[in-house]
């Protein structure tokens, strides 16, 4: 059996992310990011904050830096990497996620909507508001409430479906 190291994290940027490259050209984007846990503590519900630093490599690094700003929402999938080094006779470590795939979901706390570099989805996809619903504008404002009712067979009554 192989051993399996796989993270996947949904948070908030702490600080917007920082671009270097190396030596040989390499880009290297890092950041860090705050998850938010719920945890009883008496008879309340608190929320604690975890902060994980991740590492881009690449030209997923480069294509996304501009969009990584703080506060902003994302999802992450990657592994987990240890970084060790001496530092005044110490032996020290560090670990740090190595992103494989990166997820930009929403905006900034305050700011509505976008999460796509490219502006978001098409109209016909519909556009999330602060409510959390998605809001389909070209059917919104040419069709009536009843016209606007999800139904398969088009006989324009609508089910009671709480789903």
Known sequence: MSDINHVVLVGRLTRDAELKYTANGQAVCKFSIAVNR???????WVEEANFFDIVVWGR?????????????????????????????GQNRSKIEIIANNLQLLGGAPGQSGGGAPSGGPP????????????????????AS???RSFSPSGDGFSDDIPF
Do not use: P
């Open 38 to 44: 719920r945890k009883k503590s008496g008879e309340q």
């Open 60 to 88: 997923q690094g480069e294509a996304l830096n501009q969009y990584l700003v703080k506060g902003k929402l994302i999802g992450v999938d990657g592994e987990l990497r240890q970084d060790r080094w001496e530092q005044d």
């Open 123 to 142: 109209a016909s996809y519909g556009e999330r508001k602060n409510d959390g619903a998605y809001h389909d504008h070209a059917r919104s404002t040419h």
């Open 145 to 147: 409430s009843e016209e």
